[in-house]
């Protein structure tokens, strides 16, 4: 079975500009998760979907949204790119929408840079 | 304080060597308990979940002290394909901030 997965792997962007990065999940998972990951850090929660609906929500300004489609995959998107938006952005699916004893599997994760 | 703090690191130990890391999380109401493992440039994979009554998986031990509000991964025996970065994660019952990271310790096994 295919795991997680994201495109692009790679993007370059210019201040400004905006960007949109999809993730699919594995298949019969129905929650989908975004995280921010800048070099040296631990990833950092942005966006939970679960059912197409938002259940939550991280400390990111409102530049940031995302949606979830109705075969559960979904998209990331930044509007107004600054040069901190640098990252790699990572998308995990998990069954349900709950952390706890639910196992998140992360995609290979878009590595966006910001010039 | 942050939610999920880890030691700085980096460690630097032979093959062979016993390593253990430590972690300490701020929110009492924290239900779940996570060691992930990411290797450079790729996207982090569960190493083991943690319980209360500490649990074992071959060379890897993590424990749970809820009182204190600490985790530990100890690594027995390491292997050159040890090498990577641990990272120490925690979930809240709700689905809010599903799971909460530390910065994570790089482990560098050296031959």
């Known amino acids: 079975d295919a795991g997680v997965t994201q495109s692009p792997t790679h993007l370059i962007k210019t201040r400004g500009q905006h960007v949109t990065l999809r993730c699919s999940p594995i298949?019969?998972?129905?929650?989908v998760s975004w995280y921010q990951q800048v070099l040296g850090q631990g990833p950092q929660f942005i966006f939970q979907?679960?059912?197409?609906?938002?259940?939550g929500r991280g400390n990111f300004p409102d530049r940031f949204s995302a949606r979830q489609f109705p075969n559960y995959s979904s998209e990331l998107n930044v509007n107004a790119l600054l040069l901190g938006d640098s990252a790699l952005y990572l998308c995990?699916?998990?069954?349900?929408?709950?952390?706890?004893?639910?196992?998140?599997?992360f995609g290979p994760g878009t590595r966006l840079t910001v010039l | 304080r942050k939610e999920v703090e880890q030691d700085p690191g980096p460690f630097n130990v032979p093959e062979g060597a016993t390593v253990a890391f430590n972690c300490t999380y701020s929110?009492?109401?924290?239900?779940?308990f996570f060691w992930y493992r990411q290797d450079c440039r790729k996207e982090p994979k569960l190493l083991m979940s943690?319980?209360?009554s500490g649990n074992e998986d071959g060379r890897f031990t993590a424990q749970l002290n809820r009182a204190s509000q600490y985790i530990s991964l100890l690594i027995r025996d390491s292997k050159l394909s040890d090498s990577a970065t641990y990272l120490c994660?925690?979930?809240?019952?709700?689905?809010?901030?599903?799971?909460?990271f530390g910065k994570g310790t790089r482990l560098s096994v050296i031959a």
């Open positions: 995990a699916s998990s069954i349900r929408t709950s952390g706890g004893t639910n196992e998140q599997f």
């Open positions: 298949s019969g998972h129905k929650s």
């Open positions: 979907y679960y059912e197409k609906e938002e259940r």
């Open positions: 929110n009492s109401a924290s239900q779940s």
């Open positions: 943690v319980y209360s």
């Open positions: 994660v925690v979930a809240l019952p709700s689905g809010n901030t599903p799971l909460v």
